[in-house]
């Protein structure tokens, strides 16, 4: 317990010129002292402050009673006081929650950002796999780091699993302290739009943000594709003179990143003229050459896309350990490691082999289908999907995409949560061409589907399962049901095996 007294909340929020009325009534500030900082009214007791946090579906307002009725007498909301208000309650009145209870939790935490290189990854594609591949890095470096990822948070070598890409700001400190706690001094974080608009890393120093690219996704939640971009700028937007902006040029949203931005700026591409620069050399199943800033190096991953993430990743290493040797860095790129769930490989006993990938936007789809149209593969069947209760208008997109770059295409369930599997399939159709989707193989069930691609390849083939990567759940209803491509095509494997 981090016990603080009340004081060094409100001063924290008046730096922040957050506070705009502070009524004590007849608490005594400097000896009240904080036991906890709370946004759900549930786990409120005496002691702790109750932030009535303004949320996309929820306005904790609603629940000020609530946690007033369960002995809270702290009240941090963006309401004036009301006149009924007990004088035994402290009432503070900010002007954004969202931000006040990011700078309440990291007092209560002891200013955990304040001891951590922090490196903010955002994009559509490629945040995963850039934000792990820094981690392992610094990692193989020597170096204690820590990571917050889609798939997982890691706090040195110790793996924890991830609920969202970036937590609230709750969260987000208080695993922040428990790597300091165990000597990590980088972080390396996925930063979501989302979290970006909902300000979960406000007040958060980032020695370093990068962009990698930029494509439709997330409409459901933003509305407009100027509102995406403008919700991925503020990353750029907050950064202080003695950061660093690492874009993408080849991305022409890369420079919309930048505008205005203070930070010291660089860029990596593949195509465009940059600081950091790369070649997609050769590649192969297992595998990519690549020349990077003019020095040749193998790498354990696949696709024009990974060339760019690991551009990326030299990027942030020559920008953040400027006194490493050049040659040090590059083997420690060729030791990186593909990131769990994108561009997973598993060969089948009969000759075929199979990509679990969670590629789940048009871009991403068609970049993973690009990589494996030059691998030689004698058909290519690609099995996926469109999540439910998410941004429609994709859906056409990602089956005509699908249908061109493949062979054998078969139309499934992602997580369809509360709609109709077979209508988000019927809105993939929309894509082919009326005359050719009887050619395309439908099935709501994700597994049978998965099934009948593998027991149609043959030895040469390649079967693409994406979509989901490594998630091992599928939403339905609002419920998560157990499913995992990867052990379903296992299971597959060891029947090819006895049969």
Known sequence: MNLKPLNNYIVALTEEHLLSQAYTGDVSIAQCQVTSIEQDSRRVSEGCIFVA??????????????????????????????????????????????????????VYYDRPERQLTIVGVTGTNGKTTTATLCYQLWSWLGMRAALFSTVCIRIGDKEYPATHTTPDALELHRVMRDMVDAGCRYLFM??????????????????????????????????????????????FDHLTPDAYALVNADDRNGSVMVQNCAAHLHTYAMRSHADYMAQLLGQYVDGSTLLLDNEEVEIKLVGSYNAYNVTAVYGVARLLLPDLDKSLILRGISSLEHVNGRFDLLASPRGYHVVVDYAHTPDALENLLKTVSELNASQVYVVVGAGGDRDMGKRPEMGRIAYNMCDHLYLTSDNPRSEDPQTIIDQMLEGIPQAERDEVYTNVSRRQAITDACAAAQRGDLVVIAGKGHETYQEIEGVRHHFDDKEVVREIFAEEEHA
């Open 53 to 106: 946090l303004r949320g996309v579906h929820v306005d904790g307002a609603d629940y000020i009673p609530k946690a007033l009725a369960a002995g809270c007498r702290i009240i941090v909301t963006e309401l004036p006081r009301p006149e009924s208000a007990s004088d035994e309650v402290v009432w503070l009145t900010v002007t954004d929650t969202a931000k006040a209870i990011a700078v309440l939790a990291s």
């Open 190 to 235: 996925e930063v979501s739009s989302h979290a970006l608009v909902q300000q979960r890393v406000y007040g958060l120093p980032f020695a370093l943000a990068l962009f990698t690219n930029l494509t439709r996704d997330h409409l459901d939640y933003h509305g407009t594709m100027q509102a995406y971009i403008a919700a991925k700028k503020l990353l």
